[in-house]
Structures are given as structure tokens and as C-alpha cells.
């Protein structure tokens, strides 16, 4: 019984991989990017998540990011701070270009991610992050210079937010960096 059952199993993984990699090629990519453009401090104004449980507003660690930095070559570091009860961490995590404009890619402990420029203005910003590791976790971010949130960039994330079904999650900023060890 459990023999016959395998192949119907492979089928299902197999339709549910090829709808994650679907949604992927789903999300747009600002046209004519300039990273340097995008280099700088950054405020989170709107985090959605394709899991409900990924950030909980009872977690007394919070994770922001701050900044976004570009290298020479091409590279983009994304500087986040974990910041919790007696606990202040910065972390830069590297993404490299792929050969797709506004496309990049990089690593973190057991997994890898994907991150797309959806739309940006340069004052605004909305991002897609996508880790994968031992499942597919797909972030949706509406970041912005100041704390001031713009109908129009609202708008134009909410939208995403409904098209892939996401869970809104907690937004923490965090000016950083962490104070020295006492």
C-alpha cells in the first residue's frame, strides 16, 4: 500500500515545487534599477510574510533592517540588527547580482535567498526576500526614507499582499547600532 501511494506523493511535491518557483517568476522587477540609488538608511513601514507564525508581536527578539550597502562589483550588503532583552547583534548579509536586473541572490546559515526589487522610487521601496532552507518563506517588505507612509506606495504593496496571499506581520525599526558590552 504505502509503494502505491509514493508516486501520488512524488506528483504532490512535484506540483507544489513548481508552484512555489511559479510565484517567483510572478514578481516583478523594477525596471532600469540603479542600486546606488538604493544604498542608505531604510525604514520598514510594511512586512508581510507567506506564514502567519514568522514574526510574532509577543517575540522579544526583533529584527530590522537598517541599511542597504553596495560594493564594488556589484554586491549589496543588507545591514539588520537583532535586537532583544540584553541581546543587540548586527548582522550584513551579502547578496550577489544575478544576470537579471534588480535580481539578486546570496546565503545564510542552512539556506539560500532570493531577493527582487519589485518597485522602488528611490524614496520607496518594495521588496520581495525569499529564503529557502527547509521550507520557502516569502517576505514582502514596504520600505521608506522617512516614516511617512504614501498612499500610492501603499496601495501598490497592498496589492501584493492580497495577489500572494500574505500574513501581515509586526514592523520593528531599529536605529542601531548596538551599544558596547558593559
Not at 516583478?28 to 507564525?53: C, I, M, Y
Not at 539560500?112 to 522602488?120: D, G, K
Amino acid at each position: 500500500m504505502a509503494l502505491e501511494k509514493g508516486p501520488l506523493l512524488l506528483l504532490a511535491l512535484g506540483l507544489g515545487l513548481a508552484g512555489a518557483q511559479k510565484a517567483l517568476e510572478e514578481v516583478p522587477v523594477q525596471p532600469d534599477f540603479d542600486a546606488q540609488k538604493v544604498e542608505g538608511r531604510w525604514l520598514t513601514l510594511q512586512l508581510a510574510a507567506s506564514h502567519a507564525n514568522l514574526v510574532s508581536p509577543a517575540d522579544p527578539l526583533r529584527l530590522a533592517l537598517h541599511s542597504i550597502q553596495t560594493r564594488d562589483g556589484g554586491d549589496m550588503d543588507f545591514v539588520l540588527f537583532w535586537k532583544g532583552e540584553g541581546v543587540c547583534k548586527e548582522a550584513n548579509i551579502t547578496i550577489h547580482p544575478t544576470q537579471l536586473q534588480g535580481q539578486y541572490q546570496g546565503s545564510f546559515e542552512g539556506g539560500s535567498l532570493h531577493v527582487r526589487f519589485v518597485s522602488t522610487d528611490y524614496s520607496n521601496l518594495i521588496l520581495y526576500v525569499r529564503f529557502e532552507d527547509d521550507e520557502i518563506t516569502s517576505l514582502w517588505v514596504l520600505l521608506a526614507r522617512r516614516l511617512l507612509e504614501d498612499p500610492k506606495w501603499m496601495g501598490r504593496y497592498l496589492e501584493y499582499v492580497e495577489k500572494f496571499h500574505l500574513q501581515k506581520a509586526a514592523v520593528f525599526n531599529i536605529d542601531g547600532p548596538c551599544p558596547p558590552p558593559q
